[in-house]
């Protein structure tokens, strides 16, 4: 304890460049820590398993997501309300509990242990709201939100090029790779939730310019939804979408690169994924130099926009042949990526701060997580369940071309709604403390 006081009593003193970047590699380790525990039996086929007729990794992932689409659903209550002093602990415990079930995975015979993937999931799906309830509400949240960003960009590729050289190299067997893979992550995971909990709270100034953030009561959550109730059903629509393409796109990334020709490289992971999370985290942070805090809520819409085209242009290239799969996989996962961390770190960061509604992002984040990972359910469920007839690079193009269409439809509906209601609420309800002005 006399420890932790004297590290959080020197933070305090050091300046905010300091501190901004310091929550920001704390955030990224310990969200990277998370995927260890969660990716890397995606990496592995288990080519030959089926449990009805149904391939055995389909049913993996699918239990997995069902977990963490019901962690989303019981996050929206219990994030928002999370107390600020139970934050670090409840981290660990939760990634411990997931690493103790894919033990149980690995020890209990197939197709028996798809249940532990089910438990795996539901505690990994509320360490993001946790670790971003430690950045959000700061004059810095873009830059040490897109670095938490990045992290499951550039870790989901680590991890599962960890796991397959487990497995191609070490000869572990793929049942107790996740085990092995989460057990080197366990000590930095302790490490760095431990730094992160020393962060000093946002200063006077930082409230000023983004409204203070606290656990939001039953009320302030239903104020919330009636207040921007159409522009969060089409906001949270579009993401829904993107949610299905994006988890395709990473849990079966190890199908489309062995039909693409890639199979047997285990390197194939990171090295698409660094270059990725590189250009993503560069395009958020520079956010954080619009200090207008409409203007950059509206310039995420644009940038919404933009990596909904990114893919799309990208997967015509591919298709025509411009572009070989490695670039096609590349640019897609930056148009799509650039698309999807807005939402996960500072569309509703600026939405809070534009509006001055008693709120916290992980409230609406999870909302849209939770419908989002739903979304990846049903998708699974459709095209394995009901026979769909397609490879899964045939799958994922068609899906690229629904999804980028409806999305850039979607994302102009709300920039248009938002914008009227902005102008709408412009000093004409003192009750809802809303408020116009920039700081």
Known sequence: MFISKT???????MPAWFISIYAAVCSFCVYFCMYAFRKPFTAVGFEGIYFLKIDYKVWLVSAQLLGYMLSKFYGIRFIAGMQLNKRANTI??????AWITLFFFAITPSPYNIIFLLLNGFPLGMIWGLVFSYLEGRRATEFMG???????????GAVKTIGKNLIVNDHVNQFWMPFVTGSFFLIPLF????LLNQMPPPTEKDIQHRNI???????????????FLPGIIVI???YVLLTILRDFRDNFSNEL???????????????????????VLLCMSLLIIVKNNLRAFMLNHIIIISGYVIALIATLLFINKIINPVWWMILIGTGLYISYVPFNALYFERMIATYKVQSNVGFIMYIS??????GSVLILFIKEFAGVQLSWTEFFIRAVFTVTIIGIAGTVISAIYFQRKHKALFGLSPSLNVTTHAA
Request: no cysteine; charged share 20%.
């Open 213 to 227: 953030r606290k656990p939001m009561t039953k009320e302030e959550r239903k104020n919330f939804i009636s207040l």
């Open 191 to 194: 490490l760095f939730t431990w």
């Open 236 to 238: 949270v629509t579009t």
């Open 7 to 13: 590290w959080k009593n020197k933070l305090e003193q």
């Open 257 to 279: 690169y062995t039909e693409l020709g890639y199979g047997n490289n285990p390197d194939i992971f990171t090295i698409t994924e660094t270059p990725v999370s590189v250009m």
């Open 369 to 374: 997580d939770a419908f989002g990972y739903l």
């Open 146 to 156: 897109a670095v938490l960003s990045v992290s499951f960009i550039f870790s989901s």
């Open 92 to 97: 660990i415990v939760l990634i411990v509990f």
